[in-house]
């Protein structure tokens, strides 16, 4: 089976850092891209981030380029996102996702896997 | 990156269709085919129901389908059934190499 799990969530304090991963089982991991989406309380689903099947390429939404950081290891199955210079507004539950595309390049063309989520607040 | 454009809420009664719209720009619903539909129950993850604009993974329905005109993609639901009552995003590529959702619509069937 096809799974994700995400762990890593907490409370933090603005300014403060957090590193999430995500353990993927049930497919050739380093053949897809993988991503991030995040949904604040009470808001819609924003995409964070991504990373090819290499982990050679990444890419990041303007809302967190410079301050979150998306990586993986393709020999341990895991995608992390570490997260810097949290902000109030950065609270959400974050999601991993598996990119549809086989070749590992595109991200853009559907998430067909997704997590259960883990949950950052960030508070004074 | 402005998130795409999608009406907060539609409604219809089971047995009917309705069409939720997602309007963007010449550089992301305009610019590729890479337009998807996740439906959404709050606190579960995401489901995939359309890709590349009009293709359905295994396992989706076929009463889910989708079309692009432009700059405004849709999903259509023909055939409501309660079970479909959720969360719909629409989500584009854009031409910064990025991702862009759509700020969700709820679907409520009557």
């Known amino acids: 089976e096809v799974q994700l799990l995400e762990s890593g969530g907490g409370l933090v304090q603005p300014g403060g850092s957090l590193r999430l991963s995500c353990a993927a089982s049930?497919?050739?991991?380093?053949?897809?891209?993988m991503s991030w989406v995040r949904q604040a309380p009470g808001k819609g689903l924003e995409w964070v981030s991504a990373i090819v099947g290499s982990g050679g390429s990444t890419y990041y939404a303007a809302s967190v380029k410079g301050r979150f950081t998306i990586s993986r290891d393709n020999s341990k199955n895991t995608l992390y996102l570490n997260l810097n210079s949290l902000r109030v507004e950065d609270t959400a539950a974050y999601y991993c996702?598996?990119?549809?595309?086989?070749?590992?390049?595109?991200f853009g063309v559907g998430m067909d896997v997704w997590g259960q989520g883990t949950t950052v607040t960030v508070s004074s | 990156q402005s998130a795409l454009t999608q009406p907060a809420s539609v409604s219809g009664s089971p047995g009917q269709s309705i069409t939720i719209s997602c309007t963007g720009t010449?550089?992301?619903?305009?610019?590729?085919?890479?337009v998807s539909w996740y439906q959404h129950y709050p606190g579960k993850a995401p489901k995939l129901m359309i890709f590349?604009?009009?293709n359905r993974p295994s396992g989706v329905p076929d009463r889910f389908s989708g079309s692009k005109s432009g700059n405004t993609a849709s999903l259509t639901i023909s055939g409501l059934q309660t079970e479909d009552e959720s969360h719909y995003y629409c989500t584009s590529y854009t031409t910064s190499s990025t991702l862009v959702f759509g700020g969700g619509t709820k679907l409520t069937v009557l």
């Open positions: 590349e604009v009009n």
């Open positions: 996702a598996k990119g549809l595309d086989s070749s590992g390049h595109y």
């Open positions: 010449s550089s992301d619903v305009g610019a590729y085919n890479y």
């Open positions: 049930g497919f050739r991991f380093s053949s897809y891209a």
